[in-house]
C-alpha cells in the first residue's frame, strides 16, 4: 500500500526558533498534501493544501508567513513553523493523495512538535 | 460545507462485547466516508472507507461500518471487541473531486474493559 512518511517523529525547540517537518511519498506520486494539526484531545484541523508546483492554500485563520509549506516536488512537501512559540506545539500530521484515483488520501505517522 | 459529528466523546464497553460507534455527516453531494483509528501519540490508521456500492463496507481488524443516506449516518461496529481496540476513532468525509482535505470529526475514546 502507499506509504507517507514524516520527519522528524518528534523535535523539541527553543522558542523564537524554526522547525521543518518533511512529508515524504515512499511509493507514490502524490500532486496533492494535505497538512493538518491536532491539540492534545482534539480531532485533527486542516492547515494547508500544498499543491506541487504552486503556492499552498491555507485555511482560515492560519498564517502562512508562520506556517511556511513548500511542495518542490511530487514526492516532498515541507512545513516549517517559523519563529516557533511554546502555542505552536502540537502533533502535525501529513496526508497525501494517490495521483490518479478516487479521493483517498495516506496519513504520515506524525510529528510533535514541543517548543520550549 | 461538509461535516461530521460524532456524538460520543467515550465509550467504554467490555472485552468481547459488541461495539457501535456513531458517526452522522453533512454534506451536498455523495460523500466519501472513512473510518481512522488512533492509538496515542500515533498517527492514523485507515479501518474501512466507502467510496460507492455496497453500504456494508468491510474493513481491518473485524470492523464493518454500514452507510444510510437516508440517515446521513456512517456508524462502525465490531462484533466482539479486544483489549487492542481501546484508542481514538475518528470519522471523516471527503468530496468526490479528490481535491479536497478531509474533515474529521471529534473523535470517540474507546476504553475497554476487561
Known amino acids: 500500500g502507499a506509504v507517507v512518511s514524516q520527519h522528524p517523529s518528534r523535535v523539541i525547540c527553543k522558542s523564537g526558533t524554526s522547525v521543518k517537518i518533511e512529508c515524504r511519498s515512499l511509493?507514490?506520486?502524490?500532486?496533492?498534501m494535505f497538512w493538518y494539526r491536532q491539540f492534545p484531545k482534539q480531532s485533527l484541523m486542516l492547515m494547508a493544501t500544498?499543491?506541487?508546483?504552486?503556492?499552498?492554500?491555507?485555511e482560515q485563520g492560519v498564517e502562512k508567513d508562520k506556517f511556511l509549506i513548500n511542495h518542490a516536488s511530487l514526492t516532498l512537501s515541507t512545513l516549517t513553523v517559523t519563529s516557533a512559540h511554546p502555542e505552536d506545539s502540537s502533533f502535525y500530521i501529513c496526508?497525501?493523495?494517490?495521483?490518479?484515483?478516487?479521493?483517498?488520501?495516506?496519513f504520515g505517522p506524525g510529528t510533535r512538535l514541543t517548543v520550549l | 460545507a461538509q461535516s461530521v459529528t460524532q456524538p460520543d466523546i467515550h465509550i467504554t464497553v467490555s472485552e468481547g462485547a459488541s461495539l457501535e460507534l456513531r458517526c452522522n455527516y453533512s454534506?451536498?453531494?455523495?460523500?466519501?466516508l472513512f473510518w481512522y483509528v488512533q492509538s496515542p501519540g500515533q498517527g492514523l490508521q485507515l479501518l474501512l472507507k466507502?467510496?460507492?456500492?455496497?453500504?456494508l463496507v468491510q474493513g481491518i481488524k473485524g470492523f464493518e461500518a454500514e452507510f444510510k443516506r437516508s440517515q446521513s449516518s456512517f456508524n462502525l461496529r465490531k462484533p466482539s471487541v479486544h483489549w487492542s481496540d481501546a484508542a481514538e476513532y475518528f470519522c471523516?468525509?471527503?468530496?468526490?473531486?479528490?481535491?479536497?482535505?478531509?474533515?474529521f470529526g471529534s473523535g470517540t475514546r474507546l476504553q475497554v474493559q476487561p
Open positions: 496526508s497525501a493523495r494517490v495521483l490518479a484515483g478516487a479521493n483517498e488520501q495516506f
Open positions: 511509493d507514490f506520486q502524490a500532486t496533492t
Open positions: 500544498s499543491n506541487e508546483g504552486s503556492k499552498a492554500t491555507y
Open positions: 454534506y451536498g453531494a455523495t460523500p466519501y
Open positions: 466507502y467510496f460507492s456500492g455496497d453500504t
Open positions: 471523516a468525509v471527503g468530496g468526490d473531486t479528490g481535491r479536497r482535505a478531509l474533515t
